[in-house]
């Protein structure tokens, strides 16, 4: 049966959990899997609270359906460069805007593009090639990896297929498939360190654009139209909840600061790690110690079986979590092998 409410409490008892829904429904069960997906996306944390109701500020543009009413002359400033903002930049595009439009990140890092099927070639199930054991590459990196020797056995890996007139993306692609062997074993001070320097390069290999949208964006770019930056914010500005957006940019890597002027901000940042006391259900769960934050500092923990960690690493019988939440843990934020 499919309930549609919103949980707000899952309540232990001494044979089941009892899950409180918002509309005061409760529904007993021997087993609960929190499969909760990512959360809502928000405003990167330059811009202050009042700006989620500014009426030129679009925060979440995949949930929200004011994205068709963008006039097709203004400025548009896209936050972010990953597949959100492909897709978001092509829906304009396609929809006849003429307007400039910029596009900001960090890092200026834009996502690789998705390699087309061979013909001929069949493509194997995912949970088959998740079951394949490591390519020698991978088990050459260590017992467990360190990150950095992970790293540089796949850059190795990928040279050498290169070479034989092979792409980059086949090994990459078998150690993606390897995260939930390889990544559990890692110490949670080297997981520390690939959310902080690596994961960004590890997304635009991991979520690859379509080729259909890459060639619009770049035709686009190509005329003038739409143009990349890697920046920072360092001061956002407006008259009023109505008014235009003054948006100061520090380009990467210097201290020179740019200000400019934009009809529309569009948040294309996407979703990244969560933050479980945010969420009132985790929240509570938190508080109950039925559920921790992962060692890594990314999700929530959990077992090689999905079992909820309490703090002090007791499993939960009866508490299971897949998806997104369980990135910090699992080291894939899509699904669970499970």
Request: net charge positive.
């Given at each position: 049966r499919h309930l549609r409410d919103r949980v707000i409490d899952v309540i232990p008892g001494e044979r089941t959990l009892t899950v409180v829904t918002a509309g005061n429904t409760k529904r007993d069960g021997d087993l609960v899997v929190l499969a909760t997906g990512h959360t809502r996306a928000r405003l990167p944390a330059a811009f202050k609270p009042e700006f989620t109701r500014h009426a030129r500020v679009i925060v979440d543009p995949l949930g929200e359906p004011r994205l068709p009413a963008v006039p097709p002359a203004e400025r548009v400033l896209?936050?972010?460069?990953?597949?959100?903002?492909?897709?978001?930049?092509?829906?304009?595009?396609?929809?006849?805007?003429?307007?400039?439009?910029?596009?900001?990140?960090?890092?200026?890092?834009?996502?690789?593009?998705?390699?087309?099927?061979?013909p001929g070639q069949a493509s194997r199930l995912a949970m088959e090639r998740v079951a394949d054991p490591?390519?020698?590459?991978?088990?050459?990196?260590?017992?467990?990896?360190?990150?950095?020797?992970?790293?540089?056995?796949?850059?190795?890996?990928?040279?050498?297929?290169?070479?034989t007139g092979k792409t980059w993306d086949q090994p990459f692609l078998h150690l993606r498939d390897m995260v939930t062997q390889v990544w559990p074993?890692?110490?949670?001070?080297?997981?520390?360190?690939?959310?902080?320097?690596?994961?960004?390069?590890?997304?635009?290999?991991?979520?690859?654009?379509?080729?259909?949208?890459e060639t619009l964006v770049h035709e686009a770019e190509r005329r003038g139209q739409v143009r990349f930056r890697a920046a920072s914010l360092t001061r956002i500005d407006t008259d009023d909840d109505h008014a235009p957006i003054r948006i100061a940019l520090r380009a990467r890597g210097t201290d020179a600061v740019q200000e400019s002027v934009y009809d529309r901000v569009i948040n294309c940042t996407g979703v990244d790690a969560m933050h479980p006391a945010d969420v009132p259900l985790y929240a509570r769960l938190l508080a109950r110690d039925m559920i921790s934050v992962d060692p890594s500092g990314v999700g929530l923990a959990v077992d090689a079986d999905v079992r909820a960690l309490a703090r002090n690493g007791t499993a939960a019988q009866r508490l299971r979590i897949v998806g997104p939440p369980t990135t910090g843990a699992r080291g894939d934020p899509l699904g669970s092998p499970y």
């Amino acid at each position: 049966r499919h309930l549609r409410d919103r949980v707000i409490d899952v309540i232990p008892g001494e044979r089941t959990l009892t899950v409180v829904t918002a509309g005061n429904t409760k529904r007993d069960g021997d087993l609960v899997v929190l499969a909760t997906g990512h959360t809502r996306a928000r405003l990167p944390a330059a811009f202050k609270p009042e700006f989620t109701r500014h009426a030129r500020v679009i925060v979440d543009p995949l949930g929200e359906p004011r994205l068709p009413a963008v006039p097709p002359a203004e400025r548009v400033l896209v936050l972010g460069s990953g597949l959100p903002a492909y897709d978001i930049i092509s829906s304009l595009i396609t929809a006849g805007h003429r307007g400039p439009i910029d596009v900001v990140s960090r890092k200026g890092l834009r996502p690789k593009r998705q390699q087309p099927r061979v013909p001929g070639q069949a493509s194997r199930l995912a949970m088959e090639r998740v079951a394949d054991p490591p390519e020698p590459f991978i088990l050459g990196a260590g017992n467990p990896p360190k990150v950095r020797a992970l790293l540089r056995a796949l850059r190795n890996r990928v040279r050498e297929v290169e070479s034989t007139g092979k792409t980059w993306d086949q090994p990459f692609l078998h150690l993606r498939d390897m995260v939930t062997q390889v990544w559990p074993a890692i110490p949670a001070f080297e997981k520390r360190r690939f959310f902080r320097h690596l994961r960004t390069f590890y997304d635009v290999h991991r979520f690859r654009v379509a080729p259909q949208n890459e060639t619009l964006v770049h035709e686009a770019e190509r005329r003038g139209q739409v143009r990349f930056r890697a920046a920072s914010l360092t001061r956002i500005d407006t008259d009023d909840d109505h008014a235009p957006i003054r948006i100061a940019l520090r380009a990467r890597g210097t201290d020179a600061v740019q200000e400019s002027v934009y009809d529309r901000v569009i948040n294309c940042t996407g979703v990244d790690a969560m933050h479980p006391a945010d969420v009132p259900l985790y929240a509570r769960l938190l508080a109950r110690d039925m559920i921790s934050v992962d060692p890594s500092g990314v999700g929530l923990a959990v077992d090689a079986d999905v079992r909820a960690l309490a703090r002090n690493g007791t499993a939960a019988q009866r508490l299971r979590i897949v998806g997104p939440p369980t990135t910090g843990a699992r080291g894939d934020p899509l699904g669970s092998p499970y």
